[in-house]
C-alpha cells in the first residue's frame, strides 16, 4: 500500500508499508525511525541511494531480499552482511557496478574481487573445478574463499588481469538467497576502503554510505576483536592435488586439516 507521509523532509514523497523490524530512512546524519510498522521511503532509495534495512532473525526478511535484489539489479552498490564481515556487493556480470565497486573503496585495479554464489552446483557454471565435489561441500557454505581457474561464463571485465577467481558460499542464508534471487553471482569485498580494518558493523564504514545503493544491517559481527575482523580463509586449489594458502583469515586450521587429511592434497608452500 503506497502513502504519503507529513513532516518529513521529504513531505509527500510514497512509501511503502514493510513488516518487519528495523528499517530506517538515512538522510547525512539524519535518521527517522517509523517504529514497528516501518515505511521505505521511495523517493529516498530511488533518488538519495541511502536506505538502512535491518535483518532481524526474528521476522521474514523476504521483503528485504526483494529490496536489495531490486538494488542489484539495477547496478547498485550495497552492503550486506555475511558470515565474517560486512561486504560490498553487486552484481558479478555488470561492469559498471564492478568499476563503482573499486572506485569508493580506492582499489588497486589488479586486487582481485571475489564471487559469492548459492549453490555448490553454481561453481561448476563460473569456475573450471578440478577437486571432487565432495571437498566443496565439505568446506562450504563457510568461512573460506576458494580459488579456482575461472570459466569463460564469468563476465571477462571481472579480474581480466588473471585467469582464476575467489569463490564464497557464506554460511549465510541471507546472501545465499539474495545471489539466488538475482539469478547470476555476486562480486564481492570488504565494506571499508582499501588499506583500513575490516568492519563488523555498519556504522563502521559510515564514510561509505554516500555512495551505496542500499545498507543492509544485519547487526554487529563477532566481537570486534581483531581475531573477528580475519575475514575468509582464501586457498588456492587451481594446480590439482595441492593447496596454497593465500590468506589464512578465520578458518585456517579446520580448512587445512580437510585440505590435508581428508583429501591428501600437498601444501604448495612456494606457490605456482
Not at 29 to 43: A, N, P, S, T, W
Not at 100 to 126: F, S
Not at 179 to 195: F, H, I, K, R, Y
Request: net charge negative.
Amino acid at each position: 500500500m503506497l502513502v504519503t507521509v507529513d513532516g518529513l523532509p521529504f513531505a509527500g514523497a510514497a512509501v511503502e508499508r514493510v513488516p518487519f523490524v528495523g528499517l530506517m530512512c538515512v538522510t547525512g546524519d539524519d535518521f527517522f525511525h517509523f517504529g514497528e510498522e516501518l515505511l521505505v521511503c521511495k523517493y529516498m532509495y530511488r533518488c538519495c541511494s541511502q536506505v538502512s534495512v535491518n535483518v532481524s532473525p526474528s521476522v521474514d526478511s523476504s521483503k528485504v531480499l526483494e529490496i536489495t535484489a531490486k538494488a542489484l539489479k539495477e547496478g547498485e552498490v550495497v552492503a550486506v552482511p555475511t558470515d565474517t564481515l560486512y561486504g560490498l556487493a553487486c552484481l558479478a556480470q555488470n561492469s559498471e557496478a564492478i568499476k563503482k565497486v573499486y572506485d569508493m573503496k580506492g582499489r588497486n585495479g589488479k586486487k582481485p574481487l571475489a564471487i559469492c554464489v548459492g549453490e555448490i552446483e553454481d561453481i561448476y557454471r563460473y569456475c573450471k573445478v578440478t577437486v571432487p565435489e565432495s571437498l566443496l561441500r565439505d568446506l562450504l557454505p563457510g568461512p573460506v574463499t576458494l580459488v579456482l581457474e575461472r570459466s569463460e561464463t564469468l563476465n571477462e571485465d571481472l579480474n581480466p588481469f588473471t585467469p582464476l577467481v575467489g569463490v564464497r558460499i557464506p554460511d549465510s542464508g541471507f546472501i545465499r538467497q539474495l545471489s539466488q534471487m538475482c539469478g547470476e553471482p555476486l562480486a564481492l569485498t570488504s565494506a571499508n576502503v582499501s588499506s583500513h580494518r575490516s568492519t563488523v558493523a555498519v556504522h563502521e564504514f559510515r564514510d561509505l554510505w554516500p555512495r551505496l545503493g542500499l545498507v543492509v544491517d544485519g547487526g554487529q559481527i563477532g566481537d570486534r576483536s581483531p581475531q573477528s575482523r580475519l575475514g575468509s580463509t582464501v586457498i588456492d586449489l587451481s594446480v590439482p592435488g595441492k593447496y596454497r594458502i593465500i590468506r589464512p583469515g578465520c578458518a585456517l586450521s579446520s580448512t587445512t586439516d580437510v585440505l590435508k587429511l581428508q583429501y591428501n592434497l600437498l601444501q604448495d608452500a612456494a606457490g605456482h
